[in-house]
């Protein structure tokens, strides 16, 4: 498992600085710390009633916010979260495989949760959840980029940065992991990008369409 280290100059609300700055923690643990990685004061945080600080066991790396560190690197069994969106296994870049979830189907509907309600007309209307809704809009830019059609209606541009962050919220949807921990694990590659991005657009579900089709059409040429 991953554990972190911040420099504190105050323990005033330290548990909401703590999940300000790793929000994508399910459980936070926090223990003082003096002379951390960073030699300082500050804070060890995990997910174990155990976590410490310990230099001869861990290896830790330094990102802007904050240290991560390690004493083997966790692999998507230890990461997982305990609710996960349906997808796709994907093979990413440390080797193993995650379950990418689909963000947008191949109907072109959203293949995250939804919200329904009742709009002032009385009929049921629902909405893509507000933090999957930068997911969905760039799984339609990569479509529309890859078929030559414009399926993004928000005209999004996309840098590399852009692409990584995104990448790794995708990644960080039934995983345990921010930009830093992907980074630390080495996940993101040109090859792993194409293959996340396969199911986040429902590529194995039109896939499974067109095998259908096929199938069907054989039976009616027999």
Not at 25 to 41: A, F, K, M, S, T
Not at 118 to 129: A, F, M, N, P
Request: hydrophobic share 35%; aromatic share 10%; glycine share 12%.
């Amino acid at each position: 498992m991953f554990v972190y280290y911040m420099e504190t100059e105050s323990n005033i609300n330290l548990d909401d600085q703590v999940r300000e700055r790793i929000p994508h923690l399910d459980r936070v643990v926090i223990r003082e710390c003096y002379g951390g990685p960073g030699g300082g004061r500050g804070v060890v945080v995990g997910q174990d009633d155990q976590v410490k600080y310990d230099p001869g066991t861990q290896t830790w790396k330094k990102f802007p916010d904050y240290w991560v560190g390690w004493e083997s690197l966790p692999g998507p069994d230890d990461l997982k979260r305990e609710n996960m969106l349906p997808g796709y296994l994907a093979r990413l870049g440390d080797g193993k495989e995650w379950l990418i979830p689909i963000a947008r189907l191949i109907t072109g509907e959203p293949g995250m949760d939804r919200v329904y309600s009742l709009g002032e007309d009385g009929r049921v209307r629902w909405e893509i959840q507000e933090k999957y809704r930068e997911l969905f809009d760039f799984a339609s830019w990569w479509l529309g980029m890859i078929s030559g059609t414009d399926t993004d209606k928000h005209g999004h541009e996309w840098t590399d940065e852009g692409i990584f962050r995104m990448i790794s919220r995708i990644i960080g949807v039934n995983y345990r992991v921010g930009l830093y921990e992907v980074s630390v694990l080495g996940l993101v590659t040109d090859i792993s990008i194409k293959e996340i991005m396969r199911v986040v657009c429902d590529i194995p579900g039109m896939t499974k369409i067109l095998e259908a089709a096929k199938k069907k059409q054989d039976g009616i040429g027999e």
